[in-house]
C-alpha cells in the first residue's frame, strides 16, 4: 500500500488547520469589539467582520493549495476572491482520518466545498458563544462525504480548560476530535430552531412527541448535540437553512452512525449545481435512532407546507 496520502485525507487535513484558524479570527473580531455587523435577507441574518474575515481565510487558504476544487461559500462575494490570510498547512496537527476505498482516487475537480465560516451568527452578536461554530462540508458526486466542525469557543464557560476544539469525520470511516456518545433512554429530547419558529415548525416538533425542546442557534451546534448524547433528533421544518449548514454536520453525524436528510426523510443535494436553499427544511438523527419512521410522523400538511 502507497503511504503517500489521498487528496481527501490531504484536504480534510488541512481543513481541520484551517477551521483553527478561522476560529481564531472569530475570536480576535470579538475581543476588538467591533463586530462590523450588517443585515442580509432580513433582520435576523446577519453578516459580521468575523464573517467575512473566516471566509476569506477559508476561501484563500483552500484555493492555494487545491486550486480545482469548488468552493461555495455562505458569505459569497468573497469567494474566489484573494486577499485572505493564508494558513500555513505545514503545521497541520496529525489528525486521524480513515479513507473508505471509493474515495481514495477523487481528484480535485470532483470535489465540492461548503463554507459556513460562522455559524450561528446571530447567537455570536448576542454573546452565545457556544453555539457557533465553522463549518468545512466536502461533497463528490453531489454527496456529503466528509466534514468539519470547529467550535471556537468550546469550554468558554470553564476557565483553565482548553479553549476550542475541532471534529472530523469521513462518511464510511471514523469522527475524531470528540467521544460520541448516546442520547438518554428514558426521555425524547428534540434541538430545533432558537430564532425561527413558526406554526409549522413547532407542528413538526409536537408531532414526534418530544419531553424536551432544546432551541439553540446554528445547525452545526443542532447536530453537535446529536453527537454529544445532548439530544435525539434535530427536526427544523422550514426551509431557513443552505448547503453550507449542512454539508459539514451531514457528513460527520453519518460518519457516527447518524443521519441527516430533508423533513420528508430525502436526501439533501450537494453537486455545485444544487440549490443553495434546504427548501424541504431538515430532519437529523443520532446513532441508533430510526430516521425514517420520524421523517413518517411528521405530518403530510408540514411536508406539503414546505415548497420544493
Given amino acids: 500500500m502507497s503511504s503517500q496520502k489521498s487528496l481527501l485525507e490531504r484536504l480534510v487535513s488541512s481543513s481541520v488547520t484551517i477551521a483553527n484558524a478561522a476560529g481564531e479570527i472569530i475570536c480576535d473580531v470579538m475581543k476588538k469589539g467591533d463586530l462590523g455587523i450588517v443585515q442580509k435577507e432580513h433582520l435576523k441574518d446577519l453578516q459580521t467582520e468575523a464573517d467575512r474575515e473566516a471566509q476569506l481565510c477559508i476561501v484563500s487558504s483552500l484555493n492555494k493549495y487545491f486550486p480545482n476544487i469548488t468552493i461555495i461559500g455562505e458569505e459569497d462575494e468573497t469567494v474566489g476572491s484573494t486577499g485572505g490570510k493564508i494558513v500555513d498547512i505545514s503545521r497541520d496537527t496529525p489528525v486521524n482520518i480513515t479513507v473508505p476505498d471509493n474515495y481514495c482516487n477523487i481528484n480535485e475537480k470532483e470535489v465540492v466545498v461548503w463554507v459556513d465560516p460562522l455559524d450561528g451568527t446571530s447567537e455570536y452578536t448576542q454573546g452565545l458563544l457556544d453555539h457557533v461554530t465553522v463549518l468545512i462540508g466536502i461533497a463528490v458526486n453531489g454527496k456529503a462525504i466528509a466534514g468539519v466542525i470547529h467550535q471556537p469557543y468550546f469550554n468558554y464557560k470553564n476557565p483553565g480548560n482548553k479553549l476550542g476544539r475541532t471534529i472530523w469525520g469521513v462518511v464510511g470511516g471514523v469522527v475524531g476530535g470528540m467521544?460520541?456518545?448516546?442520547?438518554?433512554?428514558?426521555?425524547?429530547?428534540?434541538?430545533?430552531?432558537?430564532?425561527?419558529?413558526?406554526?409549522t415548525v413547532n407542528e413538526a416538533i409536537s408531532s414526534v412527541s418530544p419531553d424536551e425542546v432544546l432551541r439553540v442557534g446554528g445547525s452545526g451546534h443542532k447536530v453537535m448535540l446529536l453527537l454529544e448524547g445532548l439530544a435525539h433528533s434535530y427536526v427544523f421544518a422550514s426551509p431557513g437553512t443552505k448547503k453550507w449548514d449542512t454539508c459539514a454536520p451531514q457528513a460527520i453525524l453519518e460518519a457516527a452512525g447518524g443521519s441527516l436528510t430533508d423533513i420528508c426523510g430525502e436526501i439533501l443535494p450537494y453537486a455545485a449545481s444544487a440549490p443553495h436553499r434546504n427548501s424541504k427544511g431538515v430532519l437529523a438523527t443520532a446513532a441508533g435512532q430510526d430516521h425514517l419512521a420520524l421523517a413518517a410522523k411528521i405530518p403530510q400538511q408540514v411536508k406539503d407546507n414546505l415548497i420544493a
Avoid at 179 to 199: C, L, Q, W
Fill in 179 to 199: 467521544e460520541i456518545k448516546s442520547p438518554p433512554v428514558d426521555r425524547y429530547i428534540v434541538a430545533t430552531t432558537r430564532s425561527h419558529a413558526s406554526s
